[in-house]
């Protein structure tokens, strides 16, 4: 949609009104500059709420050849608006059209917003094709959680994509897309310079031959290179905790200072994406975290402690310590059951919290050996205990369904497991949020099928029908419709592309029903352990030999140790000369 250059005041107006709010806005000078235009691809509290996003926004404003702003999903009122004024969708801090920028960068944490990308584009004036988009500028790309992944469903509408953690990623990015513009290099020779950057992937210069659902050849242009090593770094403490957030009232978070104090989690839980893709466990050093408690809440009195498993934090209990000597506020993203003492449970009381939210995943003994979350029951009835003993009232518990030889016996588990320990709370109130599992890539149980929804809808309604007559249970669940498009997405090919776009105008449903063939046999086809999986290109340093070793271990619900940084070799991560040890 060609859209003409007039901005609705109205449109100008909100935007203000959101930065007039803000503190920590960064207002660069355009002169001169690589322009980036960073978009969250879904509405701007939710995008404020994010640390990556956060984060990628100070990282591009750091350096000095580059200026970045933002983007987000507008409402549905201000859509409606845009298209009446003809406005094109322009960026916040300069209120300048998207398609005016140097690079639009989209930060992905979600699949679920893939289908908001081509809607975004069109409001900006932009081809939402990668094909379509011939000129120098501007260069569309994505990174982020999602696409790292398995950037594939998003390749026919992406220039290029950034895999891996962001801090380190963006400095060459912007120094050869600088170089390509003064040389006036074309959009197809950027791209082979971006090439040459080991984290980024060019999905057009990939050609893939399918064989129904599966892959059959994957063609790599003459010079593009075969495997994108994805990008992190081992030392947390190399990037100092950021200072500079953006701070405004219109977000979940609203006045707390984000603290990333720990990143992977070395437990291994055999479903989990971010458990994987992070590793090895890296924790920051305890003196940096308490000078960043300290500037946090001498700021805003309250620091939110985030990470991929944020209890396994060597020094939490000191951290909190810390921050509530100094009468602050100080909230954890997660906890896990087998970190829980009194302690912990007592700090946290007096920091604030109400609600403990925990994750046993499964009601059974056997199937949380299956997915390596190796507690008894009675350990789980255990920490119920001493979390009654600290006085709290509210619980907050994650369930997963539909796991990999589950059986209705399990989800009985479930209403056995929370009825015991609603037993031990007495008093108080227990939400389950009840999730259908969904196979990711990069985790053991990526070649696994998709349970079928029925069996999915049949054990939620015997764990919604055991607590029909019991008060203080809540139960919330995913639909397995939802879940069954997230399990398309998370591990579909390129081909997925064209079907995004056209459910970001017409839904999914009718997109399910056209290419119902396609969709099911991928969703429930488990893979084969040699087969060619959409996101194999990409290397974070898990090796696939060990990943298939966790499935089967899985299967036969055998426990593996947790991670054990320095003296552990096992997945692949970790390379004996990143440690020293003579020490
Ligand atoms: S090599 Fe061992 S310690 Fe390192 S990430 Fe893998 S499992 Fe964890």
């Known amino acids: 949609m060609e859209r003409g250059l007039p901005i609705s005041w109205k449109l100008k107006k909100k935007v203000k009104e959101a930065l007039a709010k803000e503190r920590g806005t960064v207002y660069k000078d355009h002169g001169g500059k690589v322009r980036v235009c960073l978009i969250y691809p879904n509405s701007y509290s939710l995008g404020m709420t994010n640390l990556g996003f956060q984060t990628v926004y100070h990282l591009f ?11 987000f999903l507008p409402g549905k009122e201000e859509i409606e608006e845009f ?50 988009r011939t000129g120098f500028r501007p260069l569309v ?38 170089d390509a513009n003064e040389k006036g290099l074309s959009k197809k020779e950027t791209l082979k310079g971006l090439d040459s950057v080991p984290w980024a992937y060019v999905p057009s210069f990939y050609q893939y031959v399918f064989d129904g659902a599966r892959i059959k050849e994957v063609r790599v242009e003459a010079g593009a290179k075969e495997k994108v090593t994805a990008l992190k770094d081992f030392n947390l403490d190399k990037y100092p905790v950021p200072q500079n957030f953006i701070m405004t009232p219109d977000t979940e978070f609203k006045d707390t200072f984000l603290i990333e104090v720990e990143r992977g989690c070395g437990r291994g839980c055999r479903f989990c994406a971010a458990g994987f893709l992070y590793l090895p466990p890296r924790w920051r050093d305890i003196d940096n975290v ?30 909190i310590e810390f921050g509530v000597e100094r009468e602050g506020e100080v909230t954890l993203s997660s906890l896990r059951m087998d970190r829980l003492d009194g302690n912990l449970l007592g700090l946290l009381k007096k920091s604030g919290y109400k609600t403990i939210t925990l994750a046993p995943e499964a009601g059974s003994e056997r199937m949380r050996a299956v997915v390596n979350k190796g507690m008894s029951n009675d350990d789980i009835l255990a920490s119920i205990r001493l979390i009654k003993e600290a006085g709290f009232l509210k619980l907050k518990l994650y369930f997963l369904i539909g ?40 985790t053991p149980f990526q070649w696994q099928a998709f349970e079928d929804p029925s069996v999915i809808d049949r054990r939620l309604s015997i764990i919604q029908k055991g607590f029909s007559k019991v008060n203080g249970v809540n139960v919330k669940a995913l639909s397995s419709r939802e879940a069954f498009i997230q399990a398309y997405i998370g591990r579909a090919d390129r081909r997925a592309g064209p079907l995004i776009i056209e459910a970001s105008s017409k839904g999914w449903s009718r997109v399910i029903k056209k290419n119902s063939g396609l969709l099911n046999q991928s969703v429930y086809m488990e893979r084969a352990r040699e087969e060619r999986l ?12 060990y990943l298939w070793k966790e499935y089967q271990k899985g299967l036969e619900g055998r426990l593996t140790a947790p991670c054990d940084v320095g003296s552990c070799f096992r997945c692949g991560v970790c390379l004996p000369e990143y440690f020293n040890y003579e020490n």
């Open 141 to 178: 790309a994505a990174g982020g959680v999602a696409v790292s992944l398995n950037p594939e469903p998003l390749a026919e509408l992406m220039d290029f994509f950034l895999i891996g953690e962001g801090e380190g990623a963006l400095a060459p990015v912007i120094d050869i897309f600088r």
């Open 83 to 132: 298209a009446r004024t003809s406005t094109s969708l322009f960026s916040y801090e300069s209120q300048t059209p998207l398609r005016e920028f140097d690079i639009l960068a989209f930060s992905i944490p979600f699949e679920d917003d893939y289908t908001n990308i081509p809607k975004i584009l069109d409001l900006a004036g932009v081809p939402v094709l990668s094909g379509e």
């Open 534 to 545: 959409p996101w194999d290109m990409i290397d974070h340093g898990v090796k696939k030999p």
């Open 290 to 319: 308490k000078e960043a408690v300290k500037t946090g809440l001498d700021g805003s009195g309250k620091v939110g402690l985030v990470g991929t498993a944020v209890s396994e934090y060597p020094q939490i209990i000191d951290t």
């Open 61 to 71: 404003n750091s350096l000095d050849g580059c200026v970045a702003e933002r983007a």
């Open 403 to 442: 796991l990999p030889s589950e059986e209705d016996s399990d989800a009985e588990a479930i209403v056995g497991l929370t009825k015991d320990m609603k037993s031990v709370l007495e008093k108080g109130e227990i939400t389950l949020s009840i999730n259908p599992f969904i196979p990711k890539p990069f």
